[in-house]
T-cell receptor, first 115, second 109 residues
């Protein structure tokens, strides 16, 4: 058990809908990362937050947004869903101070299926 | 653009032998490189982190090398066991992490 929790575990929704994925980092970790993993694309970095502020942005679509709250949990919002958004979404956390690299601890993931 | 290449073909190794996985990168000069293990349907698990000024790092049966001239990292598992069968991911960067697509390793009993 990594100490990172994600809810829900599975999510099935229709195209055009909006969903929210939730992540609670390990106790003491200030950084939260979101990733999308599909079979053909591998693990794609979406966005990182550090202590409530956006730190780095990857290949995140404009239809997607995220935030990190004062209690350090994070939410990833996916809107106007398309079939191609079906994937495993992982959250990871780390100590995450700037300018260096720390090991990341991944949650169990949320499997999103868009029908 | 930055690119990480890991062998997309599965690697089959006999139990007890050393498994060696390769990670090559281009258009990038990372200060850090990490290796993760991922089992099907589960989140990646951190294994080792190596910095650009470290040539080699070891942890139990695992060894990682980092050659910034060749732009390559090698990941070794010695005395391999069937339980080592998994996909191994290479990752580069600090704030913005780039992951390779991984190499599937099968340890044959």
């Amino acid at each position: 058990d990594s100490g990172v929790t994600q809810t829900p575990k599975h999510l099935i929704t229709a195209t055009g809908q909006r969903v929210t994925l939730r992540c609670s980092p390990r106790s003491g970790d200030l950084s939260v990362y979101w990733y999308q993993q599909s079979l053909d694309q591998g693990l794609q970095f979406l966005i990182q937050y550090y202590n409530g502020e956006e730190r780095a942005k990857g290949n995140i679509l404009e239809r997607f947004s995220a935030q990190q709250f004062p209690d350090l949990h994070s939410e990833l919002n996916l809107s106007s869903l398309e079939l191609g958004d079906s994937a495993l979404y992982f959250c990871a956390s780390s100590v995450g101070r700037s300018g260096t690299s720390y090991e990341q601890y991944f949650g169990p993931g949320t499997r999103l299926t868009v029908t | 653009s930055q690119k990480i290449e890991q062998n997309s073909e599965a690697l089959n190794i006999q139990e007890g032998k050393t498994a060696t996985l390769t990670c090559n990168y281009t258009n990038y000069s990372p200060a850090y490189l990490q290796w993760y293990r991922q089992d099907p349907g589960r989140g990646p698990v951190f294994l080792l982190l190596i910095r650009e000024n470290e040539k080699e790092k070891r942890k139990e049966r695992l060894k990682v090398t980092f050659d910034t001239t060749l732009k390559q990292s090698l990941f070794h598992i010695t005395a391999s066991q069937p339980a080592d069968s998994a996909t191994y991911l290479c990752a580069l960067g600090d704030d913005k992490i780039i992951f390779g697509k991984g190499t599937r390793l099968h340890i044959l009993p």
